[in-house]
């Protein structure tokens, strides 16, 4: 058993423990060592008394200083101290709720700005798509515009050629009724000349 106070002496301090003569020193057998071994496990024996009384006694203050603690917590001025603080508490909860509330607002204004800001972007993105397009559609009509026009000059100028060789045409035709016609009178005028010579 160990000493409360000084280890060293702990075979002296409890009755029951066997003497162990193969480890004990020498020094320990002589005269005034026996002697003085009694003196000293009774001084032992009284300190291991009065260490228990100072624990009982300070197991009783603590427990007379925790009924103290307890017996205020039922005193009217505790109940209402407790009041109190549950209010706070629940107006700290309210508090943090409403927080927790303006920061969700927060968020939803943040994501509806920027779903807004691409909406935007993506509807400036479809304008300037639009506005391309109108113009190469523009460009297109113009194009389709101008070769419509040259092919009205080129048909012009067929249906002008073709009057031309129509024209052109119908002046050989004339020209040659004219030499057929010519050339039957000239007959006619050869046989009224033979004739006349026979007669």
């Known amino acids: 058993m160990k ?21 004990v020193p020498s020094w320990t057998e002589t005269t005034e060592m026996r002697q003085a071994t009694p003196t000293l ?5 009284k300190e291991k008394a ?14 007379h200083s925790i009924q103290s603690e307890l017996d205020k917590l039922r005193t009217g001025e505790m109940r209402q101290a407790m ?21 969700y607002l927060r968020v ?3 994501i509806q700005i920027e779903m807004d800001k691409l909406r935007t972007g993506q509807e400036l993105a479809l304008a300037r798509e639009e506005s391309a397009l109108q113009r190469e559609e523009s460009a297109l009509q113009r194009e389709a515009a101008a070769l419509a026009e040259s092919e009205r000059e080129r ?26 016609a010519l050339a039957e009178l000239a007959q006619l ?11």
């Open 108 to 110: 939803q204004r943040s």
């Open 155 to 180: 048909l012009a100028k067929e249906s002008a050629l073709a009057e031309s060789e129509r024209e052109r045409l119908k002046a050989e035709q004339e020209r040659l009724a004219k030499e057929a």
């Open 83 to 103: 009041t109190t603080l549950r209010t706070f508490s629940e107006k700290e909860q309210a508090y943090y709720v409403y927080q927790a509330r303006q920061n």
């Open 3 to 23: 000493h409360a106070i000084d280890p060293k002496i702990d075979s002296v301090s409890d009755d029951t423990a066997p003497a162990d003569t193969e480890i």
């Open 41 to 45: 496990r009774g001084f032992s024996e």
């Open 189 to 199: 005028k050869a046989q009224l000349a033979g004739n006349s010579q026979k007669e």
């Open 50 to 63: 009065y260490h228990e009384y100072q624990a009982r006694q300070n197991y009783l203050r603590v427990q």
